[in-house]
């Protein structure tokens, strides 16, 4: 019979092995096997949960989704004005927890999985909407209607940065939201 509250325990486990491990591979390229060893458990059990790798990929970036969200609605608290808005949802992209080496390269091989993954697809739409969405409530009363282009701009540029951060050690934490915060005091009056 299987333990009372063991089930949350272990996919948690199995969604942060997922992270460490693709974020080591740097690619999906790697088995519900070696998922389940990192987290100290059998592939068996692994499938059990999430049935196969993509889900488990998947509940992974929902994880980390959900990080991202946690990080954005604290650092909005008490930032009123929409400069500091804005500001305050481009420093938690590049928060020290959502910009770690397995993160990035988890949302790289997120977007590659978009491509043919339906579910994978819809979750990066709901993503970039929700961004952008934010984005535009902070500049419209800045900018007017140059906010649409500043708001897709700014999400290139936040894509853009967790790419080169992939597959280069060029961008740290620091760099990467002073590379976002430069452009955005170039386009703000």
Known sequence: ?????????????????????????????????????????????????????????????????????QTARQALQGADAPRARLEAILRASFDRMNFQHETIAAWLNFYALALVEPEAARLLRVYH?????????????????????????????????????ALSDDFKHARAENLILDYLNKVLP
């Open 1 to 69: 019979m299987p333990k009372l509250g063991a089930e949350p325990i272990r996919k948690a486990a199995l969604i942060n092995a997922a992270i460490s491990t693709v974020g080591r591979a740097g690619s999906l390229d790697v088995t519900v096997a070696q998922i389940a060893r990192a987290a100290g458990m059998s592939s068996a059990l692994a499938h059990h949960y999430f049935g196969s790798k993509e889900r488990i990929f998947l509940a992974a970036m929902r994880h980390i989704l959900t990080q991202y969200g």
């Open 129 to 165: 909407r929700r961004l952008r969405s934010n984005l535009m409530a902070a500049l419209r009363p800045l900018v007017g209607v140059a906010a649409d282009d500043i708001a897709l701009t700014l999400g290139a540029l936040i894509d853009g940065v967790y790419l080169r951060a």
